[in-house]
């Protein structure tokens, strides 16, 4: 995934559609919270 200095997505690869099932269409334009999943606390984001 690559992001602007905004945090929109620019482009992904074919792996990242492999791991996350968000399509190139559907992925870029959109913000990288569109991975959080909300089954973790704050910290392991964090931590990440």
């Known amino acids: 995934m690559v992001t602007d ?3 929109t997505i620019m482009q992904v690869n ?4 492999t791991i996350t099932g968000y399509g190139q269409e559907e992925a870029i334009g959109q ?3 569109i991975l959080k999943s909300n ?3 704050a910290a392991f984001y964090e931590d990440m």
């Open 5 to 7: 200095d905004q945090g």
């Open 31 to 33: 913000n990288p919270r």
């Open 39 to 41: 089954k973790h606390q």
């Open 14 to 17: 074919p792996a990242f559609s």
